[in-house]
Nanobody, 121 residues
């Protein structure tokens, strides 16, 4: 499966952005999809995930209540709605996929190229 992110950009603190991740190849409904981010000089960190079968969602504590992950299986697309953005949310955001799996420490097999999100103070 190939993943292509879009929707990044520059936004002021308190603003919103919606990231999209378009999947091609096998139907995305059979994949657990995740969003990760990596800020300059920092390790990549988990942001959110949506389960392949029942669309159960899970979030990092740092974004809980501000970000929402969702999926449109008909469009093979996963979204990350980001509200109340903070300067510390600045990072390259990556979409990832793994086949029919769920659980802590999940290893994702497919990654997109990333999209830059910059939040100014």
């Amino acid at each position: 499966v190939q993943l292509v992110e879009s929707g990044g950009g520059l936004v002021q603190a308190g603003g919103s952005l919606r990231l999209s991740c378009a999947a091609s190849g096998r139907t995305s409904s059979s994949y657990t999809m995740g969003w990760f981010r990596q800020a300059p000089g920092k390790e990549r960190e988990f942001v959110a995930a949506i389960k392949w079968r029942d669309s159960f969602t899970y979030y990092a504590d740092s974004v809980k209540g501000r970000f929402t992950i969702s999926r449109d299986n008909a469009k093979n697309t996963v979204y990350l709605q980001m509200n109340s953005l903070k300067p510390e949310d600045t990072a390259v955001y990556y979409c990832a996929a793994v086949w029919k799996s769920w659980g802590p420490g999940l290893k994702y097999d497919y990654w997109g190229q990333g999209t830059q999100v910059t939040v100014s103070s």
